[in-house]
């Protein structure tokens, strides 16, 4: 090398690791690292979980309440993107502002991209989870634990859901309980008495195969019976489609009394409405429901008339 103290690398001294599979101790802490954020974050806004305000879906994910319900309003939010460009048409020399506005438009595409994905149409697609709560740490904190157990729930801890009361335990407990009391098919949870199939104990944040495929299962179960996960009427099953094009024929002589019926059903369903949003505590969230409902009442209004006009 011309004598100048240089050397010439051997394989050895540039490949220092050579390529290789991923340990169990590191398979371990990825899995550990993932279930944690599922634990914490919530995956369509990328905020942080709310413990009093969190819902699940069949798959066991968890969301943020008002975040479903922001994302399950198009209207609204085309209205608000409307009013950030008129900001930025009547404050073009406002940099910040326009920085501002375009900031919360590029958020706002992407929670609806990431909404997209979880497969939620309506409320009817999630339930409410009712944790137990105790204080953790600092004054400010709150902790999930088991109202039975006591245990901490968080990463590591299989938890899981009843539909469609909402409370949640950890698993090992509920196969305790149920082994004791010889159930086999139906139960009655613990905490409302609300009475309850095994197979809507649904798991939340599942991490094995096994797990997931219980809830596609369930999923599929829930489809063939014309049942949502919430354990309600679909109304977009074919089978209720099938009902109405049978009951058209019959409509001559018994129009008027039909149409009376789905008056006073109409009533009644705004009458239930109405009562589900004075039963929540929130205010913010009352009125994000309300919205929300009025808004789905407006899509089958639409959809009704489109129907008669065909």
């Known amino acids: 090398m011309g004598n100048d103290g240089g050397s010439i690398p051997k394989r050895r001294e540039l490949v220092k690791e050579a390529a290789r599979l991923p340990t169990t101790a590191e398979l371990k802490a990825t ?34 309440y008002e975040t ?18 008129d900001n930025n048409n009547n404050n073009n020399n406002n940099n910040n502002n326009n920085n501002n506005n375009n ?10 991209v990431e909404f997209a994905r979880t497969g939620i149409r309506s409320l009817k697609d999630i339930v409410k989870l009712k944790f137990a709560l105790r204080k953790g740490d600092s004054d400010k904190t709150q902790v999930r634990i088991c109202p039975l157990s006591l245990k901490e729930l968080g ?28 159930a086999t098919a139906d139960s009655v949870c ?8 095994l197979r809507d104990m ?21 489809r063939t019976l014309g049942l949502t996960h919430n354990l309600k009427k679909d109304k977009s099953a074919g089978g209720e489609k099938k009902k109405k094009r049978k009951a058209a024929p019959d409509e001559g002589e018994n129009g008027t009394k039909k149409s009376a019926d789905k008056g006073a059903q109409e009533k009644k369903q705004k009458k239930s409405r109405d ?17 929300v409902l009025a808004e789905q009442d407006e899509r089958n209004r639409q959809r009704k008339l489109a129907a008669a006009a065909r």
């Open 31 to 64: 899995a550990h690292e993932s279930s944690a954020h599922a634990w914490s974050t919530c995956p369509v806004s990328s905020a942080a979980l709310d413990p009093e305000n969190t819902v699940a879906d069949a798959s066991g994910r968890l969301y943020n």
């Open 68 to 85: 479903i319900l922001r994302c399950l309003m198009p209207s609204a939010d085309s209205t608000t993107d409307e009013e950030g460009q």
């Open 103 to 112: 900031n919360n438009n590029n958020n706002k595409s992407q929670e609806a």
């Open 155 to 182: 990463p590591g801890s299989r938890a899981v859901y009843i539909v469609p009361c909402g409370h949640v335990f950890t698993e090992i407990v509920m196969r305790e309980l149920l082994a004791a009391d010889g």
């Open 190 to 197: 613990t905490q409302c008495s609300e009475a309850f199939a």
């Open 202 to 222: 649904v798991p939340i944040v599942p991490e094995n195969e096994a797990d997931v495929e219980k809830c596609a299962t369930r999923i599929l179960e829930l």
């Open 275 to 291: 009562d589900i949003s004075s039963r929540i505590n929130n205010s913010m969230t009352a009125s994000l429901t309300a919205k």
